[in-house]
């Protein structure tokens, strides 16, 4: 009896090993205040602990000829000069809301990393922390006002 239960528990242990994964997957709304203008670019980055820029999480907004408006986040990705897989068409408009999923890695939350939303509009302000907070298993599923063109940002698991 013994010997079946420890098969049984080896067994369902493998199965969950394999199928855990190293990322877990977030609902991430963006709700924009009541702004005029163009739409704005917004960049959500993985910090660590020490505050420095470790990954690229989305951006929203896909002419690369305005990149480098996002000044902070530029420093880093351009001289990086990797290429960005986590871009979306449009940029957000004053007023709107858009929902994106981004994957945050598993071994990042409650250890002192951070999430940070930049945002930047043409012709107007760039807002290095529009929303930045600690990743945390409480975080992760919470709403964050955001300081500029971000009114809140709220993560949902999936």
Same mark, same amino acid.
């Given at each position: 009896?013994? %010997?079946?239960?420890?098969?049984?528990?080896?067994?369902?242990?493998? =199965?969950?090993?394999?199928?855990?994964?190293?990322?877990?997957?977030?609902?991430?709304?963006?709700?924009?205040?009541?702004?005029? *203008?163009?739409?704005?670019? @917004?960049? =959500? #980055?993985?910090?660590? +602990?020490? &505050?420095?820029?470790?990954?690229?999480?989305?951006?929203? &907004?896909?002419?690369?000829?305005?990149?480098? /408006?996002?000044?902070?986040?530029?420093?880093?990705?351009?001289?990086? !000069?990797?290429?960005?897989?986590? =871009?979306? *068409?449009?940029? =957000? #408009?004053?007023?709107? !809301?858009?929902?994106?999923?981004?994957?945050? +890695?598993? /071994?990042?939350? /409650?250890? &002192?990393? %951070?999430?940070?939303?930049?945002?930047? @509009?043409?012709?107007?302000?760039?807002?290095?922390? /529009?929303?930045?907070?600690?990743?945390? #298993?409480? #975080?992760? %599923?919470?709403?964050?006002?955001?300081? &500029?063109?971000?009114?809140?940002?709220?993560?949902? +698991?999936?």
């Amino acid at each position: 009896m013994m %010997k079946k239960f420890i098969a049984v528990l080896v067994v369902a242990l493998g =199965i969950m090993a394999f199928t855990t994964s190293e990322n877990n997957k977030y609902k991430c709304m963006i709700q924009m205040t009541n702004y005029e *203008g163009e739409g704005a670019y @917004v960049v =959500i #980055s993985l910090l660590n +602990p020490e &505050g420095a820029y470790e990954k690229t999480l989305y951006v929203q &907004g896909d002419d690369e000829e305005w990149y480098h /408006d996002i000044d902070e986040w530029w420093k880093f990705h351009g001289k990086v !000069r990797s290429d960005i897989d986590a =871009i979306t *068409g449009a940029t =957000i #408009s004053g007023g709107n !809301r858009t929902v994106s999923v981004i994957e945050i +890695p598993n /071994d990042k939350i /409650d250890k &002192g990393y %951070k999430i940070r939303f930049e945002t930047a @509009v043409e012709d107007q302000e760039y807002y290095a922390d /529009d929303v930045q907070f600690e990743l945390t #298993s409480e #975080s992760v %599923k919470s709403k964050v006002e955001g300081k &500029g063109f971000i009114r809140y940002i709220r993560l949902m +698991p999936q």
